[in-house]
């Protein structure tokens, strides 16, 4: 987030972000196979407040090695699964609703909001694309979204962690925890560098001991710029994961809470601004392009041998 000028936002400043041409939600290429929830925990209280007393859900940290498995055997685990579902996660659409808001400190509530709900679909070419399928009025007007706030949204809030990934990372075990219901492992992730130009995750890491994903990350984006005058900031954050499939573990939800301090400068005054931004990602589908088959330039796909047409759609790819 940059802390806006004084003057007031004109009409131009008041249109949505990430607005893209529309296109059919629903290619006639592709055939959605609806996913079935699996295991999940509730969300806690607080979830953006990752302190030493830790909120309701969370069992006491036992800080001792597990037994019969090293801490580099969970870490390349964790790896493999999780470029596993990254390139499964790139074969579903799904749902995703971003609010951001200032919240008054007279009266606790939001004085100004961004809200925008986005399909992350495919297009009849099987290409990733983004419908914008609803994004009334921008009201900030004490905060702008900055191009570093919308990359935390694509590849921050939804954490992964994938083995290519590893060698940024500096990872350190902190234990075994309970969360809910599930047992996990407790790891602490930061960049090992600072790449100029690049953004990073850190902070806690919880991982299912049953099927080495992640489950759960709280933390923040770094580096953040604090340059007197042209701060950038992002409040902390909390995503939990949910089993949607039966395989894999996919974001659902993320709370970023925080009060975001601005020093004076460029023609306005320093200000602290308490930030509320959730994001919700919803309705998981998997798809997939089904096959057509091409006769002397004709699509005979559902031709039947006496000429007439099939109503009979072609059984769907098998998931991979």
Same mark, same amino acid.
């Given at each position: 987030?940059?802390?806006?000028?004084?003057?007031?936002?004109?009409?131009?400043?008041?249109?949505?972000?990430?607005?893209?041409?529309?296109?059919?939600?629903?290619?006639?290429?592709?055939?959605?196979?609806s996913?079935?929830?699996?295991?999940?925990?509730?969300?806690?209280?607080?979830?953006?407040?990752?302190?030493?007393?830790?909120?309701?859900?969370?069992?006491?940290?036992?800080?001792?090695?597990?037994?019969?498995?090293?801490?580099?055997?969970?870490?390349?685990?964790?790896?493999?699964?999780?470029?596993?579902?990254?390139?499964?996660?790139?074969?579903?659409?799904?749902?995703?609703?971003?609010?951001?808001?200032?919240?008054?400190?007279?009266?606790?509530?939001?004085?100004?909001?961004?809200?925008?709900?986005?399909?992350?679909?495919?297009?009849?070419?099987?290409?990733?694309e983004?419908?914008?399928?609803?994004?009334?009025?921008?009201?900030?007007? +004490?905060? @702008?979204?900055?191009? &570093? =706030?919308?990359?935390?949204?694509?590849?921050?809030?939804?954490? *992964?962690?994938?083995? %290519? /990934?590893?060698?940024?990372y500096?990872?350190k075990?902190?234990?075994?925890?309970?969360?809910?219901?599930?047992?996990?492992?407790?790891?602490?992730?930061?960049?090992?560098?600072?790449?100029?130009?690049?953004?990073?995750?850190?902070?806690?890491?919880?991982?299912?001991?049953?099927?080495?994903?992640?489950?759960?990350?709280?933390?923040?984006?770094?580096?953040?710029?604090?340059?007197?005058?042209?701060?950038?900031?992002?409040?902390?954050?909390?995503?939990?994961?949910?089993?949607?499939?039966?395989?894999?573990?996919?974001?659902?939800?993320?709370?970023a809470?925080?009060?975001?301090h601005?020093?004076?400068?460029?023609?306005?005054?320093?200000?602290?601004?308490?930030? +509320?931004? @959730?994001?919700?990602? &919803? =309705?998981?589908k998997?798809?997939?392009?089904?096959?057509?088959? *091409?006769?002397?330039? %004709? /699509?005979?796909?559902?031709?039947?041998?006496?000429?007439?047409?099939?109503?009979?759609?072609?059984?769907?790819?098998?998931?991979?």
């Amino acid at each position: 987030m940059r802390a806006r000028s004084c003057v007031r936002p004109g009409v131009s400043d008041m249109k949505p972000f990430f607005v893209i041409p529309a296109a059919g939600l629903f290619a006639l290429s592709l055939v959605s196979l609806s996913v079935a929830h699996g295991r999940a925990f509730a969300a806690v209280a607080n979830p953006g407040v990752m302190a030493a007393d830790e909120p309701a859900g969370f069992g006491p940290l036992d800080p001792t090695p597990p037994a019969g498995l090293a801490i580099d055997q969970i870490i390349a685990k964790m790896g493999a699964r999780e470029s596993e579902f990254k390139r499964a996660r790139d074969n579903y659409i799904f749902r995703q609703t971003v609010k951001v808001d200032t919240i008054s400190d007279d009266n606790g509530k939001p004085d100004g909001e961004y809200l925008q709900v986005t399909d992350i679909t495919f297009n009849k070419d099987g290409k990733r694309e983004e419908h914008v399928v609803f994004a009334p009025s921008n009201t900030l007007e +004490r905060v @702008i979204m900055s191009p &570093t =706030d919308f990359d935390e949204i694509e590849h921050r809030l939804p954490f *992964i962690l994938t083995t %290519e /990934d590893l060698p940024q990372y500096d990872i350190k075990y902190q234990g075994r925890q309970r969360v809910d219901d599930l047992d996990t492992y407790v790891f602490e992730a930061g960049p090992k560098t600072l790449e100029k130009g690049k953004h990073y995750f850190q902070g806690k890491v919880w991982i299912d001991q049953q099927d080495f994903q992640i489950v759960l990350i709280n933390g923040k984006t770094v580096p953040q710029d604090l340059r007197k005058g042209h701060e950038d900031l992002q409040p902390p954050f909390t995503t939990y994961y949910e089993q949607v499939d039966g395989k894999y573990w996919f974001p659902t939800y993320t709370k970023a809470e925080g009060i975001l301090h601005f020093t004076a400068g460029n023609g306005s005054m320093s200000q602290d601004v308490h930030m +509320r931004n @959730i994001v919700k990602y &919803t =309705d998981y589908k998997q798809f997939h392009a089904t096959a057509r088959i *091409i006769y002397n330039g %004709e /699509d005979i796909t559902d031709k039947r041998e006496d000429g007439k047409g099939s109503q009979q759609q072609p059984p769907p790819a098998k998931p991979q």
